[in-house]
């Protein structure tokens, strides 16, 4: 299974950014897509998951302004980010199935 991420970039603070991340290869059944990001000199955080039963979790930090879907149908999940801040500022990663996409980086600066 491959992970393709994708959506960074540079936005201004209050701005918004959609990831997305599909899964191509050797696919059965997915059951929980997360996204997961790292700020620098900070560890690795869970932001987002959504599993196939339909359970959903988002982060504390990042609650109201986050919000993570998914396309079954093709194998993507999404995180769509709204007001975002400064401090949103990481690598972002997917995870499908405790398989690991390559981070895509979001800088929120002025």
């Known amino acids: 299974v491959q992970l393709q991420a994708s959506g960074g970039g540079l936005v201004q603070p209050g701005g918004s950014l959609r990831l997305s991340c599909a899964a191509s290869?050797?696919?059965?059944?997915?059951?929980?897509m997360s996204w997961y990001r790292q700020a620098p000199g900070k560890q690795r955080e869970l932001v987002a998951y959504?599993?196939?039963?339909?359970?959903?979790r988002i982060a504390d930090s990042v609650q109201g302004r986050f919000t993570i879907s998914r396309d079954n149908a093709k194998n993507t999940v999404f995180l769509q980010m709204n007001r975002l801040k400064p401090e949103d500022t990481a690598v972002y990663y997917c995870?499908?199935?405790?398989?690991w996409g390559q981070g895509t980086l979001v800088t929120v600066s002025s």
């Open positions: 995870n499908v199935d405790q398989i």
């Open positions: 290869g050797s696919i059965s059944s997915i059951n929980v």
């Open positions: 959504t599993s196939s039963g339909g359970s959903r």
